[in-house]
């Protein structure tokens, strides 16, 4: 199946008919997400990868009701880190140069001018970028299960400040930001993978300069 094909194949699924996927499949969608490009490769967030029902069902009043939750075989939760402090920049470049073999000083320069940077925002405009950062992770997820025909949901639709209750973000120095269902669509009931797809045409979308 190539690349056009694929992205016209998936589908925010609706429904799931909640069938479990493969471990394999699932981990090369959570791979794909570690290997997604980040800014200055921080990865500033986690991925909380949530199979237990219990939990689910916790969280599906959290997500307003939708069914997803409770019929998708894993719920991806997208935690982006609450703050990009000096101890996790530092910690980051100090990991970084031990897998480049490099020496520590090697990267200095760089990341003190990263905090420089970061150093003229609040709190709150670091949150913002590293939850940006999510979203492209995200972006590798969907890409990724549609080209191994896994179904996919991305979902914005809940409380924030409950589920990071939920899941004790507070206390890991985490805020979500977006979750992900992932299973098979029930195509029976998926009514929304019935339609046609409506994307805007290319001569309105892209501005060429």
Not at 27 to 48: C, H, M, N, Y
Not at 67 to 86: G, T
Not at 89 to 102: A, C, I
């Amino acid at each position: 199946m190539s690349l056009k094909e694929a992205l016209n194949w998936r589908s925010a699924t609706k429904s799931f008919n909640g069938e479990t996927i493969e471990k394999e499949k699932l981990d090369q969608i959570l791979e794909a997400i570690r290997l997604a490009p980040t800014s200055s490769g921080l990865q500033p967030f986690k991925v909380f990868v949530v199979s237990n029902q219990d939990i689910r069902a916790k969280l599906t009043p959290i997500a307003w009701g939708q069914p997803q939750i409770l019929q998708a075989s894993h719920i991806l939760v997208f935690a982006a880190w609450d703050a990009i402090s000096v101890d996790r920049v530092d910690g980051f470049f100090e990991y970084s140069n031990q897998v480049r073999n490099l020496p520590s000083t090697a990267t200095d320069a760089y990341r003190l001018n990263l905090l420089s940077l970061l150093d003229k925002k609040t709190k709150e405009e670091q949150f913002i970028d590293a939850s940006r950062q999510s979203y492209i992770a995200l972006g590798f997820g969907l890409l990724a299960a549609a080209d191994l025909k896994i179904d996919a949901t991305p979902m914005e639709g809940f409380d924030n400040n409950a589920l990071d209750e939920l899941l004790d973000l507070k206390s890991q120095g985490l805020r979500s930001t977006v979750m992900m269902a992932l299973g098979h669509r029930d195509d029976e009931n998926d009514w929304w993978s019935k339609l046609d797809r409506v994307r805007r045409p290319h001569e309105e979308l892209f501005i060429e300069l």
